[in-house]
């Protein structure tokens, strides 16, 4: 079987390389993969890894036509203070933006037996009136219409894609990649860039990238620094160029694979594709992974005439991995005999990331539908960070024979590592156990206090589980205990999915530490490709599978208003007169979401606002929301930690009421009224302009550091 999906005679290195649109080729060449994945037989049938790398040109000229969040290292960002806003009740004529009633949504928790999520209560603070909050349908899926969702991990990625007039409904994935005879599920999320493409491995001239998912992270997003550990980028290109390379040659592919697959019921143009994303991540980091993929190519407008798909850029959804997981995972209760009310928590131990949620499943398992129980949580420390610690203690081992710990040698060592032993490896029962890699440089003597003998490199199991293991481990274990101490309700399951799910290792300490309060504690069917699969079921869906998510975050805005009691007690130095002599305190802080509020799909927070305009040409409001990780509701600025997100940026020239303000002119100016509705869904903010409860437009939100 061809990697095409037809008998083939020819031989894979005279396959023509497949176009890269950035000027590169795809290499068709097999990279080493990981292969089976251990444990029980009925939760990995198939190889997980794939056998694929891209390679775009070194020093391509392509320059992503993406905005000012797309632009380089954190550290290039520009920072932003806002314009602060007043408050209505001020009869000055202070040219600021003014902000005039509170939205907040606060947390809550479902009750034990609840079938369906509660509205979050509103608590507006600091004596403010009440808040808004409405809820609209989203769109429905056309019936028929494709859904391709893209798994785009740290060490591997895969793509998925179903229709309900394919397959009767069911989840397709790739498993046909060029370079094999085999069906693999993932390919290695890894670009070689140079001229040529005839080998997978690094040649003279050529430059591999690999990892680069962790640029987007928040603490290398927020700091500008990422894990020492981590190879480097090409000359020439940023984060952001590796990931636009990456995924434009892996949809092209895989465009041409469906295709081939499902012939010409497969309309790509008009696709919904579903992106995944670490939970842990924050809205900067998806807003410049939506960006990327649309660099991409991803979605494209489908439109004949230019500009009548407005739309087009809104095919392309962002979705969490443990929220695509537990979609999946979902479909599989009467597997873990879960019921109606019942909590389950995804652990999605991947490359990278491990990334803990925990859902209540809601109403009939007919119609299914889960809902989000506590605030999800995330860290790196994936399967990558073994190949890491292994690359380092063999470093250490064999820092007297530097013939072995150049970096050819030293990759070849972790690459045996994760071919046989990562995922394999038992713990206490492999203690005794050595552990033999062959050395990539054979012209070395023995040397039997390090365990090299013979051109090998013996590792007693001991040494392994301590060194490389334990401190993985042991930090997704302290996670998983975190997330439950968050839940004050039972949890009836736990489902590992993911590549490092597989590790034998980790399951067994998982099920050492927690079996005793989690009845159930497995690895579903598909585990590796749990959260691929979700992601296109997701898709297909015309409602939402997943009908509420926790807040991981407080959203904020600063603001002004009239000096009470309080802040002259607390703030006095805050505290000033406008020009109609009002007291007004500066620096309050006006939450719009806590931390921990339950916001059901679709659901929109909106918030009333006034501006101030001198004149016509002053149509602009400008804010800077804020988010806090704090669970503690704060009155001033100063009171804890707070991180700038994004600058709203809305133009209110086209609304109604400003036409007629402006129109009438005048020398004193005019105050307009609107509302703007903050949209939090898994993975991404949005923003909307409002009029007379009417969309009105989109709000611009710029990044910030």
């Not at 497995?522 to 015309?542: E, H, I, K, W």
Request: with cysteine; aromatic share 8%.
């Amino acid at each position: 079987m061809s990697c095409c999906g037809a008998p083939r005679t020819d031989q894979v290195q005279n396959e023509k390389p497949l176009p890269n649109p950035h000027g590169g080729f795809v290499n068709t060449q097999p990279m080493h993969h990981m292969g089976m994945m251990p444990g029980a037989p009925m939760h990995h049938p198939q190889p997980m890894s794939p056998p694929l790398t891209y390679q775009p040109q070194r020093q391509s000229s392509y320059v992503p036509s993406i905005g000012n969040a797309m632009g380089g290292m954190p550290s290039q960002f520009g920072a932003f203070d806002g314009t602060t806003l007043n408050n209505m009740s001020m009869h000055g004529k202070d040219p600021t933006t003014s902000s005039f009633r509170a939205s907040t949504i606060t947390p809550a928790q479902y009750s034990s037996g609840m079938m369906s999520p509660p509205l979050p209560p509103m608590s507006p603070p600091f004596a403010m009136s009440t808040p808004q909050v409405v809820n609209y349908t989203l769109p429905t899926v056309d019936e028929g219409k494709l859904s391709v969702s893209i798994d785009f991990g740290t060490t591997f990625s895969g793509v998925a894609y179903g229709s309900s007039r394919i397959a009767g409904g069911k989840v397709q994935q790739i498993l046909q990649w060029p370079g094999s005879f085999e069906n693999f599920r993932k390919i290695p999320t890894c670009l070689l860039y140079g001229e040529h493409g005839e080998n997978a491995s690094p040649i003279p001239g050529s430059f591999r990238c690999e990892w680069f998912k962790l640029f987007l992270e928040p603490k290398s997003l927020r700091e500008g620094t990422v894990d020492s550990r981590l190879p480097g980028l090409p000359p020439g290109k940023r984060p952001i160029d590796a990931i636009i390379d990456f995924l434009s040659c892996l949809w092209n592919y895989a465009k041409q694979q469906i295709t081939r697959e499902i012939g010409a019921v497969a309309d790509l143009n008009t696709a919904d594709v579903w992106l995944t994303v670490p939970a842990a991540w924050d809205a900067k980091g998806c807003d410049m992974m939506r960006e990327a993929a649309i660099a991409a190519g991803l979605v494209q407008s489908a439109a004949a005439t230019k500009g009548t798909d407005k739309n087009w850029k809104e095919r392309l959804r962002i979705i969490t991995e443990p929220e695509a997981a537990a979609v999946h995972c979902a479909h599989l209760t009467n597997l873990h005999q879960l019921r109606p009310s019942q909590n389950f928590m995804i652990c999605d131990a991947g490359g990278g990331t491990v990334d803990l949620a925990i859902y209540k499943i809601l109403g009939s398992l007919e119609r299914l539908e889960i809902g989000e129980v506590c605030a999800r949580s995330g860290k790196n420390c994936g399967s990558l960070f073994l190949d890491l610690r292994f690359r380092d203690l063999v470093a250490r081992m064999l820092e007297r024979h530097p013939a072995h710990t150049d970096p050819a040698s030293l990759a070849y060592f972790q690459h045996a590592f994760s071919e046989t032993d990562k995922l394999a490896f038992k713990g206490e029962e492999d203690d005794r156990t050595p552990f033999q890699f062959n050395c990539f440089n054979v012209e070395d003597p023995d040397d039997m206090a390090v365990g090299l003998i013979n051109g090998e490199l013996t590792i007693p199991g001991a040494l392994l589980r301590t060194e490389v293991f334990d401190p993985v481990i042991t930090e997704v274990l302290q996670l998983i205990e975190e997330q439950l101490s968050k839940c004050n309700q039972p949890i009836h399951a736990l489902l590992l999915v993911g590549g490092f799910s597989g590790s034998e290792y980790l399951f067994k300490r998982v099920d050492q530490q927690f079996g005793s309060r989690i009845s159930v504690i497995a690895r579903p069917a598909d585990a590796d490709t749990a959260t691929c699969r979700g992601a296109a079921r997701y898709g297909l869906s015309n409602r939402a599978l997943v009908s509420s998510v926790i807040a991981p975050r407080a959203y904020i805005m600063k603001v002004k208003l009239p000096a009470d009691a309080e802040d002259w007690q607390k703030r006095p130095a805050y505290i000033s007169q406008n020009n109609a002599g009002v007291s007004i305190c500066e620096n309050r802080l006006q939450y719009l979401v806590q931390k921990g509020a339950i916001l059901r799909k679709g659901q929109r927070v909106k918030t009333k606002f006034c501006k101030f305009s001198q004149g016509p040409q002053d149509s602009t409001f400008v804010a800077v929301l804020y988010t806090s990780d704090s669970e503690r509701v704060m009155r001033y600025t100063d009171e804890g930690e707070t991180t700038e997100l994004c600058k709203w940026t809305v133009d209110l020239s086209t609304l109604p009421s400003y036409g007629e303000h402006a129109r009438m002119g005048g020398t004193n100016g005019f105050y307009t009224e609107f509302e703007l509705g903050l949209e939090l869904d898994s993975a991404e903010v949005r923003g909307v302009l409002l009029y007379n409860g009417d969309e009105w437009g989109r709000v611009v939100f710029e990044f910030l550091n």
